[in-house]
C-alpha cells in the first residue's frame, strides 16, 4: 500500500535541497571569478580582430590589390632611426594575440612575392651579427651605439635587432646570406646589409608560416646578451624605431606612402 510521506521526512529533505543549491551558486561564482582573474593575467595587449585577419588574406592572395599597403625595403619612414628591413606588409603587429597567454613580440612583413628565397632582407641599423650554431634560419644584431644616439628609445640599454624564418617550408635550406654561416658571433654589418630572404620556416616541416619576414626589438640580459625574443615583455614596439603610422584604413604604413 502506497504510504505518504510524512511532514517530518519532508522538512529533512528541504535542507538538503538547499545546501546542494547553495554548492551549485558557489560553484558558478568561482568559475567566473577564476575565469575574470584569468582574463586579467593573460589579457593580450590586442586581439587580433576579423577586419586585421581580412586584410592579411587579401594581401597575401592579391598584394597588387593594395598597393598602398606595402612598405619598400631600406625605406626610412619620416626620420625614423632604423631602416625597414624588407619588404611587405605589417601583417602582424606588436602586442597582437591569437590565444591567450600569447602576445606577438615584434613585426610581421608579409612579401607580396608569393614565393620563398626571391624577397630580401637587410639589416635596419650598423651593429655586430650573430647567428648562433644551431640558428637555421634566424640572426640577430647588438647595436651599442643606439644607446648614444637615441637615449630616448634604448632607455638606457643595448638593443638588438631580431630577424627570422629566412629558410624553405620543408626546413631543408636556409635563406640566410653565405656571408653569415651557423656559428658566426660579433661580426660588423653597416645598415643595408644583405642578411638573407624571406621564407616559410617555423621551426617544424609540418606546420609551415606565411611568407613574411619575424622582426622585433629585443631589450639587453643584465650580464649584456639579447634576452628571451618570444616573451614580448623582453621586446619593445617597433613602431617608433621604423617611423610607421596607422592610415585611415588602420594599416601600418610610412606616413609619406599614403
Known amino acids: 500500500m502506497f504510504k505518504r ?4 521526512s519532508l522538512n529533512q529533505r528541504t535542507p538538503r535541497r538547499k545546501i546542494m543549491m547553495w554548492l551549485l551558486f558557489a560553484a558558478v561564482v568561482l568559475l567566473i571569478a577564476v575565469g575574470a582573474v584569468a582574463w586579467w593575467v593573460f589579457r593580450p595587449a590586442e ?3 576579423s577586419g586585421r585577419v581580412r586584410r592579411l588574406q587579401g594581401w597575401i592572395y592579391d598584394a597588387s590589390l593594395f598597393p598602398d599597403w606595402g612598405i619598400e625595403m631600406g625605406q626610412r619612414c619620416g626620420d625614423a632611426p632604423m631602416l625597414f628591413p624588407t619588404t611587405g606588409f605589417i601583417g602582424v603587429e606588436y602586442g597582437d594575440s591569437f590565444r591567450p597567454g600569447h602576445n606577438h ?3 610581421d612583413i ?3 612575392a608569393g614565393e620563398e628565397n626571391i624577397t630580401p632582407i637587410i639589416a635596419a641599423y650598423d651593429g655586430y651579427l650573430t647567428r648562433e650554431a644551431d640558428w637555421f634560419s634566424t640572426v640577430i644584431i647588438q647595436h651599442p651605439e643606439f644607446t648614444q644616439e637615441y637615449p630616448e628609445l634604448a632607455q638606457g640599454e643595448t638593443l638588438w635587432t ?6 624553405s617550408t620543408d626546413g631543408t635550406m636556409s635563406f640566410v646570406s653565405d656571408e653569415f654561416p651557423a656559428g658566426t658571433y660579433n661580426k660588423f ?8 630572404f624571406q621564407g616559410r620556416w617555423s621551426g617544424t ?3 609551415p608560416t606565411g611568407l613574411h619576414l619575424h622582426f622585433s626589438i629585443v631589450k639587453s640580459t ?5 634576452d628571451d625574443e618570444t616573451d614580448y615583455r623582453n621586446t619593445y614596439d617597433p613602431v617608433a624605431f621604423l617611423g610607421v603610422e596607422r592610415n585611415s584604413e588602420g594599416v601600418l604604413i610610412c606616413p609619406s606612402s599614403e
Open 5 to 8: 510521506s510524512s511532514s517530518i
Open 162 to 167: 631580431y630577424y627570422t624564418h629566412m629558410g
Open 189 to 196: 654589418v653597416e645598415a643595408g646589409t644583405l642578411l638573407g
Open 205 to 207: 616541416p609540418d606546420s
Open 105 to 107: 613580440s615584434g613585426f
Open 110 to 112: 608579409f612579401s607580396p
Open 47 to 49: 586581439f587580433v580582430t
Open 222 to 226: 643584465a650580464d649584456g646578451g639579447f
